[in-house]
C-alpha cells in the first residue's frame, strides 16, 4: 500500500481517471488530507462510498513518528522515527517573515563532505516522498502553526533523491496541497551537475542554492569529493546557463573553515569566479562537531572575509545562527542521539 502522501495531485488525477472516476475526486482528496487535515478515508463526508473504496484499495495514511525534540530561542529541532527504524531530523526556525523548516531528504549521505555529519553517516537509504511530506504536517499539527519556508537542507543531497523531491515539491507547493510557495522553497546541492540540467528544464520557480564552499578545484577537491566528478568549470557552466535560461538568483553557500578556505586571497578568489553572475553569496559560519576536526573561523576574520568580497561588489549576506546549543547543523542531532542509545 501507498502512502496517500506520497503522491501528486496529477498522478492521483491519473488514478482516477484509470479507475473510470472524474479527476476532480483528487482535488477533493487533495483538499480533505491538506487543507482540512483530515487523517482518515471515511470522514471525506462529501465524497461517495466507491470513491472512498477506490483510495482505501490503493493508499493508506502514514505517520513519521516523533521521538525527540530540543528547542532554543527561535529554533526547535526534531528526531523522527521512520518505519524501519532509521532516524532522521528536521530543523524549525522562527524568522521575523515566518516559519522555516529545514526538512531531510536521505538516511546520511553518500556525497562526503569532510565537515559534514551527514556525510560522516553514510546514505542508508532516500526518503520516500511521504516521509518528506511528514515531516512538515506533523511538526504543524504539533505545533499547531503554519509552516511558510522550506529549506531542503537538512540530511542529504536533494539531487541524490531526485524524483522523489521532485514530487515532494510539487506537493507542498500545489495550491490545493500544502501551499507553500515556490520562491518560498530552496533547495540546496553540493553540485550534481546533470540534476541541476534536470531541475533547469523542470521549470519550477523554487530557488536554488549550491554547497560551494571552497573558491579552486585543489582546494574543493579535497573538501569535496564530488568537486573530482563535476569540477568548478562544469557546476558554472550549468549556472550559467540556469541562470540565463530561468532568471533566477543562485545562492552560493560558503562554510568557513578556520585556517583552510577562509584567508584573504581565497576571498578575492571567491569574488573572481562570481563576479557579474546574478548570485549571491551567504557566508556560513562552521558548527563545530566533536568527530570532525574543523574549527569555525573567529568572528573578526568572518568579517575581514566579508568586507572583502563586499569591497569587489559582491552581494554577501552572513548567515544567522541558529540553534548552535541545541547543535541544529546538518546530521548532529541524529548522531548525537545515537550515541546517546
Ligand atoms: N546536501 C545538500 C543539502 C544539505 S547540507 C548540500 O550539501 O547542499 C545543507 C548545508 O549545510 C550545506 O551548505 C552544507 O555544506 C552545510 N553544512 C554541513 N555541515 C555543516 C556544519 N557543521 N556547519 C555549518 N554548515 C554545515
Ligand atoms: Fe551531503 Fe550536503 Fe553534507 Fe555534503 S554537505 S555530505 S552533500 S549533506
Known sequence: MKSIYGITLEALEEYFV?????KFKASQTFEWIYKKRIKSFDEFSNVKKDTIE??????????IKLVAKTSDTDVSKYLFELDDSNKI??????HDYGYSLCVSTQVGCNMGCKFCESGRLKKVRNLYTHEMV?????????????????????????????????DFIDIINCPKGIDIGARHITVSTSGLVPRIKDFMNHGKQVNLAISLHAPNNTLRDSLMPINRAYNLDMLFEVLREYIKKTNRRVTFEYILLDGVNDSKECAIELANLVKGMNAYINLIPYNETSHIEFRRTPQDRIMAFYDT???????????????RDVKAACGQLRSNYEEAR
Request: net charge neutral.
Open 18 to 22: 484509470s479507475k473510470g472516476e472524474k
Open 89 to 94: 531530523e528536521a530543523v524549525l526556525m522562527n
Open 54 to 63: 477506490l483510495l482505501k484499495k490503493e493508499f493508506v495514511f502514514s505517520k
Open 309 to 323: 568580497l563586499k569591497k569587489n561588489k559582491i552581494n554577501v549576506t552572513i548567515r544567522r545562527e541558529f540553534g
Open 134 to 166: 511528514e515531516q512538515i504536517l506533523a511538526i504543524e499539527e504539533l505545533e499547531n502553526l503554519r509552516i511558510s519556508h522550506v529549506v531542503l537542507m537538512g540530511i542529504g543531497e536533494p539531487f541524490d533523491n531526485y524524483d522523489n523531491v521532485i
